[in-house]
């Protein structure tokens, strides 16, 4: 079978898209001194409220790693806090601070022109069905990703 055209295929589009995007947001928010995990972690934490560090590393779709690493970062600029669970003594819960509430926002902010970019090639109605179709099949593949609607 000979190979096809990669332009054809929904893994490589949604590859090259997300190297493409990321790229846009690490520097949009390197001025804040975060990573894209960061702000993640920030953002969902603001979201959804304090969570253990496994599962907020499995809602913002990174390793345990990757956001232990993240969060260390965090908690060194007491954007974060640490605390044992209230009844699982075994786990730690992470919570946002104000400050990092307040980062977060900033973030918001800063990345407002990345998506703005981004969707500039469609018109009004075609900027909200794909952002349908996208967090559809997102639900499909990561049904962590997002919150219930």
């Not at 949009?28 to 953002?43: K, N």
């Not at 954007?79 to 926002?105: D, F, K, M, Q, S």
Request: contains cysteine; hydrophobic residues 40%.
């Amino acid at each position: 079978m000979p190979v096809g055209n990669p332009g054809d295929r929904l893994g490589y589009l949604v590859w090259q898209l997300s190297q493409a995007y990321i790229q846009r947001l690490e520097h949009a928010l390197r001025p804040l001194g975060l990573t894209q995990t960061q702000y993640s972690a920030l953002m969902r934490l603001t979201l959804d409220g304090a969570l253990s560090g496994a599962e907020l590393a499995r809602r913002c779709g990174v390793t345990a790693q990757s956001m232990g690493t993240a969060l260390q970062g965090l908690a060194d600029r007491e954007l974060v806090e640490r605390h044992a669970h209230p009844t699982h003594g075994r786990i730690i819960e992470i919570r946002v601070t104000a400050a990092g509430a307040l980062l977060a926002e900033q973030g918001e902010q800063a990345l407002l022109p990345c998506e703005e970019e981004a969707l500039a090639p469609f018109e009004d109605r075609e900027k909200v069905r794909l952002k349908a179709d996208l967090r559809r099949m997102l639900r499909t593949l990561s049904p962590h990703a997002l919150p219930p609607e």
